[in-house]
């Protein structure tokens, strides 16, 4: 045995950071021939075998150590040559295969390079696990990034999950740990076991995985996710020629696990909720879908929040194809698809990110800067390259794997505020004395600029709940870079608002007004989410005051007042449908309401229409960021609880007024101002019949009249049914 006793028990005490300077393939040091060296889990006999040139020696290796390890030296050669390694087990089978220690890093200096300071926007591609193929040999190359573990193995059922047989070799100063596993392939069951800075070994799940099993089960999954045959090219051409802020934006926001069910306790698939989701989508009219957080967490009631997989598809529902496959089947139906992303925190399991080496390696190691006081959660530490790198570049991969084209972006505030949620002494300033977390700064406008520049037409939206300025500006102007914003205020404002009773609104008129004072701050999305619809909030329908009629009638005008004001649109699904009770994960939409009466259909096709006439009217969404898209007709009758203004499209050929008559009176010979004489036809009149009101209306439409009203030439006499949203289109000629 040429192996000193301290290096064979650096390796059958898996304690050596670099064992491919033992294992593999190397020339004696007097130059006369070549010594291999092979650590195998259920071997008896191996021989090497030459796998290309045929004339090199073959040789037996002998067994050194019982659990595994085998040696032997050729005089025969004295430089090395590609080999097979000829394996018989202990029941007499045979397998052959490349020795996985006589190939080259997978990753250069350039890559490695690049990483540690934070600018490898294909991370992806190199770390966690890759199907490949090295010099015609397939199999699978896996790297993790952790600087002070002591040792790293990957793991599986391919080495009974034993971490002496496949140790990793640590690439220079990196923190980067890599080894090539031959005859590996897609489905095979993975983890890392990380030896960390405290010599204890742990196991980890891959943070750069892309498939993982399904909950309680934490290994991940070697995937190729390149392999789907994508078919919406003109819808990804079309989109990046397309002007977001000047192009209808009406959002289905969606929970995967309970719009339908298959049953109390399965869900439907991926591939199984395409063809109906699709179907609903489309004849519903919105015109994209925004999918809760479908990242892997293994913490189910989190909804998505609590990412333990951040490259990897839940696999609740299927594999990162059949995800593939649902967003294609959108796209060829011309709906957009964006997901919830959370760079904002994640969760502390031991298996995960949390403490990954045994130090704070993605988190801040005081708890002052590292720990989330509201979720229980840890912090990323945006300050730190290889993280930021994690985070930017996942960004990237979901726009380039999944073809998605929208990040809304999980608490933002959280990110932007050292001090968010935190008492007095319980946070650490940034340099200058302030509250503000200027790594996180940093990191969102780096995010922001790579996703729009990489991905023409994908659109960033953040959660942002303070009046933190500049959110939806580009960094250049002192920005963050976000195309838009969720109006949380707006929200706020118009469901506290909506839910008191009509006597007494006409104190409370400002709260609907109010929005508009700061509208132009900011490129606003106008959020009516599921965070409205849980924890004791009820639901839409459930906070609207008075008898089911004036309930309904309220939620309509709520609806068609969201839809009708500046700002995109944002709808959390049930919704559409008038759900009674709160959102439950874990169960189906009630879509047996649907049968119950008039009222709850009429909302579905009061929303079905809003959609329709809000694309097909640029009024509505051309101008929403423009200062003469929108003006107040007349905002100051609070006595009566009415509101109407205007929306217009940049050209003028797309006009309509908005009424709303906000108590159950019904008001006739209500005069309203009008910005054009001739006829104004009522458009949308929440209070037909159709859907579930009471009829009233103005008999298809007004003649302006040249009377003076509201600062207008022209005026006309409008009938306002109780409760109800009026939209009056002027038609020309």
Sequence with gaps: MILTHAELESLVR????????????????????????????????????????KFRPRLKLERVHESGLFEGVTREANQVYAYDLLITDYQGGSRRTR???????????????????????????????????????????????????????????????????????????????????????EGTLYKFEVKNALGNPVLKTDPYGFFFESAPKTASVVWNNRKFGWTDSAWIEQRAKRNPFRSPMSIYEVHLGSWRKKNSFESLSYREVAGPLVDYVRRMGFTHVEFLPVAEHAFYPSWGYQVTGFYGVTSRFGTPDDFQFLVDAL????????????????????????????????????????????????????????????????????????????????????????DYSRKPGEWIPNPFGGRENLEAVEFLRHFNHLVHTEHP????????????????RPPYLGGLGFSFKWNMGWMHDTLGYFKRDPVFRKYHQNDLTF??????????????SHDEVVHGKSSLLGRMPG?????FANLRVLLGYQWTFPGRKLLFMGGEIGQSHEWNANAELDWWLLGEGPYHRGVQRFVEDLNTLYRSEPALWESDYEMDGFFWMDCSDHEHSVLSFVRQSADRKSLLLVVLNLTPVLRLSYRIGLPEPGRWR???????????????????????????????????????PPLSVLVFKHEKG
Excluded at 394 to 417: I, K
């Design 14 to 53: 898996a304690q050596h950071r670099h064992p491919h300077q033992l294992l593999g393939m190397h020339p004696l040091g007097d130059g006369t021939g070549v010594v291999v060296r092979a650590y195998l889990h259920n071997a008896g006999q191996v021989e090497v075998v030459p796998a290309l040139e």
């Design 99 to 185: 020795d996985g220690y006589s190939f080259l890093p997978t990753l250069g200096e350039t890559d490695l390079h690049l990483f540690n300071e934070g600018n490898d926007r294909r991370a992806y591609d190199k770390l966690g696990a890759q199907v490949r193929s090295i010099d015609g040999v397939a199999g699978v190359s896996f790297a993790v990034w952790a600087p002070n573990a002591q040792r790293v193995s990957v793991v599986g059922e391919f080495n009974n999950w034993d971490g002496r047989y496949h140790p990793m070799r640590l690439l220079g100063s990196s923190g980067v740990w890599e080894v090539f596993v031959p005859g590996l392939g």
């Design 331 to 418: 796209h060829q139906a011309d709906i957009g698809v964006f997901i919830d992303w959370v760079p904002a925190h994640f969760p502390r399991d031991d298996w995960a990110l949390a403490r990954f080496d045994g130090t704070a390696l993605y988190e801040h190691e005081d708890p002052r800067k590292g720990a989330h006081q509201d979720w229980g959660t840890l912090i990323f530490n945006y300050g730190r390259h290889e993280v930021r790198n994690f985070l930017v570049a996942n960004a990237l991969y979901w726009c380039e794997r999944f073809h998605l084209d929208g990040l809304r972006v999980d608490a933002v505030a959280s990110m932007l505020y050292l």
């Design 457 to 472: 037409g994908v659109v960033t939206i953040a959660e942002e709940s303070t009046a933190w300025a500049l959110v939806t």
């Design 515 to 528: 929005a508009m004072l700061y509208h132009h701050h900011e490129n606003f999305t106008l959020p009516l």
């Design 547 to 551: 008898d089911d009629w004036q309930r």
């Design 682 to 720: 009522e458009a949308l009149n929440s209070d037909s019949e159709v859907y579930g009101g009471s009829n009233k209306g103005n008999l298809g439409g007004v003649q302006a009249e040249e009377s003076r009203m509201h600062h207008q030439p022209w005026s006309a006499s409008l009938a306002l």
